[in-house]
T-cell receptor
Framework: AQSVTQLDSQVPVFEEAPVELRCNYS??????LFWYVQYPNQGLQLLLK??????LVESINGFEAEFNKSQTSFHLRKPSVHISDTAEYFC????????????FGTGTRLTVIP | NAGVTQTPKFQVLKTGQSMTLQCAQD?????MSWYRQDPGMGLRLIHY???????DQGEVPNGYNVSRSTTEDFPLRLLSAAPSQTSVYFC?????????????FGSGTRLTVV
């Protein structure tokens, strides 16, 4: 079985400050790792993904995440947040074989304070 | 427009009523799934399908039925609504080959059971 833990349910941060959203996972088999973002009253959008290769992955809007196999973590970081980054962020995993099912963490609500 | 279409966007049901949440995609995706989103619990998989005529249960299937008679459509049926089914429901689809990162989510259905 696999599980995803997001330790922080809410993270307030001032505009232009750095932020880290933590994600740990547990799985007995290899997984793909994802971060999804949900803006208010919208569906989910893929922010970034780790499939293989370089353990550091980046998104087009300045977020990055690093896959750490030994710590089974996939933390999301941004060096300087903007008001528009206010949203809920979900870490998720899927198995590398079989159906495409995504397993989500409980989410972290990021609030950027002006 | 290509994507996942969910109807209705909002629905209020009385306890014991039945209804069907509709989901349609026009991307020829083999995989379709239903999730429910509850505060503090993230998204949980209800049912999924890897092709027409093939469905399977996810993490929280009780109280819900699905069928997949065509590639495009994946309706979710609530047989006898209960207040515990008050939630936001998301449908998602992807190609089976994308291993969980090619998801397209619908915009959601907000269901209230009174």
């Amino acid at each position: 079985a696999q599980s995803v833990t997001q330790l922080d349910s809410q993270v307030p941060v001032f505009e232009e400050a750095p932020v880290e959203l933590r994600c740990n996972y547990s799985s007995s088999v290899s997984v793909y790792l994802f971060w999804y973002v949900q803006y208010p009253n919208q569906g989910l959008q893929l922010l970034l993904k780790y499939l293989s290769g370089s353990t550091l992955v980046e998104s087009i809007n300045g977020f990055e995440a690093e896959f750490n196999k030994s710590q089974t973590s996939f933390h999301l970081r941004k060096p300087s947040v903007h008001i528009s980054d206010t949203a809920e962020y979900f870490c998720a995993v899927s198995l590398r074989t079989g159906a495409n099912n995504l397993f989500f963490g409980t989410g972290t609500r990021l609030t950027v304070i002006p | 427009n290509a994507g996942v279409t969910q109807t209705p966007k909002f629905q209020v049901l009385k306890t014991g009523q039945s209804m069907t949440l509709q989901c349609a995609q026009d991307m020829n995706h083999e995989y379709m799934s239903w999730y429910r989103q509850d505060p503090g619990m993230g998204l949980r998989l209800i049912h999924y399908s890897v092709g027409a005529g093939i469905t399977d249960q996810g993490e929280v299937p009780n109280g819900y039925n699905v069928s997949r008679s065509t590639t495009e459509d994946f309706p979710l049926r609530l047989l006898s609504a209960a207040p515990s089914q008050t939630s936001v429901y998301f449908c998602a689809s992807s190609h089976l080959s994308t291993g969980g990162y090619g998801y397209t989510f619908g915009s959601g259905t907000r269901l209230t059971v009174v």
